[in-house]
């Protein structure tokens, strides 16, 4: 099949977050299985170009202005995504575009091949969670977020919680599939754990981050061995519109700020490295699709907790590790507890069976499952 996936995100210039884990594990299998792969993403240089990775042909689209502009204002970057995507439908089967950003609106209206729409967080989903304030630009690309997927010929997800999130707020009648994000294990072997907790991704509200820091409170007060690491780049979206690392600093009672610490941006490889040695991770979040940093934890069998909320757990269970409830005062504090007063012989256990739980988000097994909505995708075009 000769497929194009769209998303402004890719792993060489634009790694903002899943979608780039996302679209450079799938587009390098369905390269490995024969089929024909093209990406269009962005570049922030000049000039568009064509490069050839992992097997798949890459089109980056320039977008060298848009760090001076508002972050939604993205328009022009759209326009000349749409006309990529005229250029490459003779060539085409079907079209895969993220739903974040109506990146394919202006292409969606007038298409000639099918397209299909990947569910990983709408701007208005993610928008809500961090509390942030709408203006023209979001109002406008969220009102075209809405409309691409009820427009689009078929409609995915990688998490049912998400699914449900389209189907009542959209009252989206038509069928949506589940398939998970496809995921590559390392080897990375089982390591004895140091006294440290680690958080790893941006710092924002939707994260649960400010919940955590209030329950770090309590921790501290009854644990005197463990260190808290964040590690993510700062940003600025929460409720105050400021630095969530100031925030989160606010909040922890000076007395124990020598016990955190915030290593901002890390390469994976380095991330990997922490996590394996780390007594647990968390992941508080009020809401996340499906995150890969849950899976990295996993895979570098650190014992990780995880949100009662979104999608994660469809991913956790009682088997492979711990939930946790943020919106309930002392829950976080206390699983975190819990967590590193365990035994090494069952932290062991739990997490070899994360670890082992991972085969079933092999990378080629999902793509199986995404050429049949592939397919359905093109026969209900051509059909319906």
């Not at 903002?16 to 089929?35: E, L, N, R």
């Not at 993610?126 to 709408?134: D, E, Q």
């Not at 203006?135 to 689009?152: F, P, R």
């Not at 504090?333 to 256990?349: A, C, G, P």
């Amino acid at each position: 099949m000769k497929i194009c996936m769209v998303s402004e995100e890719f792993p060489l210039e634009t790694p903002k977050g899943g979608i780039s884990t996302y679209q450079w594990i799938i587009s390098k299998q369905f390269a490995q299985m024969d089929h024909e792969i093209h990406v269009i993403c962005k570049t922030f240089n000049s000039q568009d170009r064509v490069e050839y990775i992992n097997g798949a042909t890459v089109h980056f689209i320039s977008d060298s202005f848009s760090k001076n502009k508002n972050n939604f204002d993205t328009e022009d970057y759209r326009l000349k995504v749409a006309k990529k995507m005229t250029e490459l439908e003779s060539i085409i089967d079907v079209f895969e575009v993220a739903d974040w950003g109506a990146e394919s609106h202006y292409y969606i209206k007038n298409r000639v091949k099918p397209i299909v729409v990947k569910l990983h967080t709408p701007l208005w989903v993610w928008r809500y969670y961090n509390k942030l304030k709408t203006n023209s630009y979001t109002k406008k690309l969220e009102i075209q977020e809405k409309h691409d997927i009820l427009d689009a010929d078929m409609v995915y997800s990688c998490s049912k919680s998400l699914k449900e999130i389209i189907i009542n707020e959209l009252d989206y009648t038509k069928e949506i599939a589940v398939v998970q994000n496809p995921y590559i294990s390392s080897e990375l072997p089982y390591s004895e754990k140091e006294n440290m907790i680690l958080f790893v991704g941006s710092l924002e509200e939707r994260k649960g981050l400010l919940k955590l820091a209030e329950e770090l409170n309590t921790f501290f007060s009854k644990n005197t061995t463990h260190k808290f690491i964040f590690i993510g780049k700062d940003t600025k979206r929460n409720d105050k519109d400021f630095s969530t690392k100031e925030y989160i600093y606010s909040i922890i009672e000076n007395q124990y700020h020598n016990r955190v610490e915030f290593l901002g941006h890390l390469s994976q490889e380095e991330i990997k490295k922490i996590l394996s040695r780390s007594a647990c991770s968390v992941f508080p979040s009020l809401y996340e699709n499906f995150p890969y940093v849950v899976l990295e934890s996993m895979d570098a069998m650190c014992p990780t907790i995880g949100s009662k909320y979104g999608g994660i757990p469809e991913i956790i269970n009682e088997e492979n590790g711990w939930l946790c409830d943020p919106y309930i005062q002392h829950n976080i504090s206390n699983v975190l507890l819990k967590v590193v007063s365990l035994d090494n012989k069952y932290i062991e256990k739990i997490t070899l069976n994360a670890k082992n739980d991972l085969n079933t988000l092999r990378a080629n097994e999902i793509c199986l499952q995404t050429l049949d909505i592939y397919e359905q995708a093109i026969e209900r075009f051509y059909n319906e």
